[in-house]
């Protein structure tokens, strides 16, 4: 089956689709397939502008959901269920990072990124599933990132949302295939991405920092093909391997002093919202 077969006049919901990764999978999905395009982000003007240069592509509505926001979740959802418009595809892409040592966060810094990044994601795809479940069909994909395999300073708070992504990523996609659902469960486990979110970073030995385009066309193959992971770049393959079979005070002298990778956020600047808050891996 060729890969644009797979998103023909399917109906994609996309978080964080104002900017980075969300925004150019719809760019780049419009472009191979006639799609519903669902975007969903905190920035509903950077949607606007969005939905203006897709309309001669793709059938597109938008929408400005906080997905910190159970209830405005919910009531998305049961509006896009009434216009038949249940999503065939979920790519869960809303992030944000925080960048200080862990008592520097504020309180608010450990909420927010720990429900933006994983609870926000559970929610969107809570909101769904059951109706996927009952129609036999339906693809969820989460952005976890390779911090959900290894700890990194001034990315502690980050790295444990990451981690419970892939967790609940991993039990989802037990639970789906143990009921039978047909409902597939991708889980995309990058390293630091050209997005802007990590603006600043040095990029640790052997693990250079990815384009936006080559991790959407790696997700955009890796969805159709039905793919449990994504993972890029190929060192992020052996992390938990490496993790495995070596006695900490080695892995970390491979990491922090060999790579380099504890160093790697010593420059972080980050993007700088456009509204408090806000950002999209």
Same mark, same amino acid.
């Given at each position: 089956?060729?890969?644009?077969?797979?998103? %023909? $006049?399917?109906?994609?919901?996309?978080?964080?689709?104002?900017?980075?990764i969300?925004?150019?999978?719809?760019?780049?999905? *419009?472009?191979q397939?006639?799609t519903?395009?669902?975007?969903? +982000? /905190? $920035?509903?003007g950077?949607?606007k502008?969005i939905?203006?240069?897709?309309?001669?592509?793709?059938?597109?509505?938008? *929408?400005?959901?906080?997905?910190?926001?159970?209830?405005?979740? %919910?009531?998305?959802?049961? /509006?896009?269920?009434? %216009?038949?418009?249940?999503? +065939?595809?979920?790519?869960n892409?809303?992030?944000?990072?925080?960048?200080?040592?862990?008592?520097?966060?504020?309180f *608010?810094d450990?909420?927010?990124?720990?429900?933006?990044?994983?609870?926000?994601?559970?929610?969107?795809?809570?909101?769904?599933?059951? /109706?996927?479940?009952?129609?036999? *069909?339906?693809?969820?994909? $989460?952005m976890?990132?390779?911090?959900?395999?290894?700890?990194?300073? /001034?990315?502690?708070? @980050?790295?444990a949302?990451?981690?419970?992504?892939?967790?609940? &990523?991993?039990s989802?996609q037990?639970?789906?295939?143990?009921? $039978?659902?047909g409902i597939?469960?991708?889980?995309?486990?990058?390293? @630091?991405?050209n &997005?802007g979110?990590f603006?600043?970073?040095?990029?640790p030995?052997? &693990?250079?920092?990815?384009?936006?385009?080559?991790?959407?066309?790696?997700?955009?193959?890796?969805?159709a %093909?039905?793919?449990? &992971?994504?993972?890029?770049p190929?060192?992020?393959?052996?992390?938990?391997?490496?993790?495995?079979?070596?006695?900490?005070?080695?892995?970390?002298w491979?990491?922090?002093?060999?790579l380099?990778?504890?160093?790697?956020?010593?420059?972080?600047?980050?993007?700088?919202?456009?509204?408090?808050?806000?950002?999209?891996?």
């Amino acid at each position: 089956m060729k890969i644009e077969n797979y998103y %023909q $006049n399917k109906s994609i919901l996309i978080t964080g689709a104002a900017s980075g990764i969300g925004k150019r999978f719809a760019e780049k999905i *419009s472009e191979q397939a006639e799609t519903t395009l669902i975007l969903w +982000d /905190r $920035n509903p003007g950077d949607l606007k502008k969005i939905k203006s240069n897709l309309l001669n592509r793709a059938e597109v509505h938008i *929408s400005g959901v906080d997905i910190s926001d159970s209830s405005h979740i %919910q009531l998305e959802a049961e /509006r896009l269920i009434k %216009q038949n418009l249940l999503p +065939d595809i979920i790519i869960n892409c809303a992030g944000i990072v925080v960048g200080k040592m862990f008592h520097e966060h504020a309180f *608010s810094d450990i909420e927010n990124t720990i429900v933006i990044n994983s609870i926000g994601s559970m929610w969107v795809t809570n909101a769904f599933l059951d /109706r996927m479940i009952g129609r036999g *069909s339906g693809h969820i994909v $989460n952005m976890a990132s390779a911090s959900g395999y290894i700890g990194n300073p /001034r990315m502690s708070v @980050y790295a444990a949302s990451k981690w419970a992504v892939l967790g609940w &990523t991993e039990s989802l996609q037990i639970e789906m295939k143990k009921l $039978n659902t047909g409902i597939r469960i991708t889980a995309v486990i990058p390293s @630091y991405i050209n &997005t802007g979110m990590f603006d600043g970073v040095r990029a640790p030995s052997l &693990t250079p920092i990815l384009e936006t385009d080559e991790i959407v066309d790696r997700m955009i193959r890796g969805i159709a %093909q039905g793919k449990r &992971t994504i993972k890029a770049p190929f060192i992020v393959r052996f992390v938990p391997f490496l993790k495995s079979i070596l006695p900490a005070f080695v892995f970390d002298w491979l990491a922090g002093n060999l790579l380099g990778v504890y160093r790697s956020m010593d420059t972080f600047k980050g993007r700088i919202p456009k509204s408090e808050g806000d950002d999209s891996s």
